[in-house]
């Protein structure tokens, strides 16, 4: 700014159609002219250095972009779904602390409970049933089948064998793992209040195929 007498040096803005003036020189760096405060920026002046990005590479990074939010999204459902199922349970659990069978002398700290879903073809559909946390995958199928009267042959070779299966996804337990393990398990946990699956399977059979169908309406 360069004031002498009574005249002060002030500069225009350059933008068409703006008649903007500043004492001290706002300059472009890129066209390196002259503009106000409020057309100081490229955007705002049309700045004729402003490179805009060429169609394909927009849509190149607008596609990018999708591609990203949703892998962003996909473990977010997971963790809800995991969620809806771990609150189902808890919802769950209130009702069958009230009706389900068990051995009374557990204490309440060793308890979890299942809701059964029993065998194809029995009378009775599901039952709710408690459990020692600590006890092995096989000794809970005992247990149960001895509390829901089932034919029991898996100490017999040939025999279909009974085991617990994943409500989720369908595979059968192993019989040597506890039940604490599988409660406590972060990547597929069986749910204190939720479901399990008894089922008869053939001794080369993995899990049960379509687990909606136990838990559908009869």
């Not at 609150?87 to 002398?105: I, R, Y």
Request: hydrophobic share 30%; net charge positive; charged share 25%.
């Amino acid at each position: 700014m360069k004031c002498g007498g009574n005249t002060c040096t002030s500069y225009p803005c350059t933008y068409h159609g703006c008649n903007g003036k500043e004492l001290l020189p706002v300059v472009c760096s890129h066209c390196e002219k002259h503009f106000c405060l409020a057309h100081r920026h490229q955007d705002a002046h049309e700045c004729e250095k402003l490179e805009v990005p060429k169609p394909r590479m927009a849509a190149t990074q607008q596609l990018v972009k999708e591609i990203v939010e949703s892998k962003k999204s996909a473990p977010a459902r997971g963790r809800r779904g995991a969620r809806n199922s771990e609150t189902a349970a808890k919802v769950a659990l209130m009702k069958l602390k009230l009706h389900a069978v068990g051995d009374k002398s557990l204490p309440q700290t060793e308890r979890t409970y299942f809701q059964v879903f029993l065998p194809k073809g029995g009378t009775e559909k599901s039952k709710p049933i408690f459990f020692c946390s600590k006890w092995s995958v096989g000794k809970v199928v005992d247990y149960a089948a001895s509390l829901a009267s089932l034919k029991n042959n898996n100490n017999i070779l040939t025999a279909k064998k009974l085991r617990l299966c994943h409500p989720l996804s369908g595979e059968a337990l192993q019989m040597d793992s506890t039940l604490e393990s599988w409660v406590s398990n972060t990547e597929c946990p069986l749910y204190n209040g939720g479901n399990v699956i008894l089922e008869y399977l053939d001794n080369d059979c993995k899990g049960v195929d379509d687990v909606n169908s136990y838990f559908g309406s009869p």
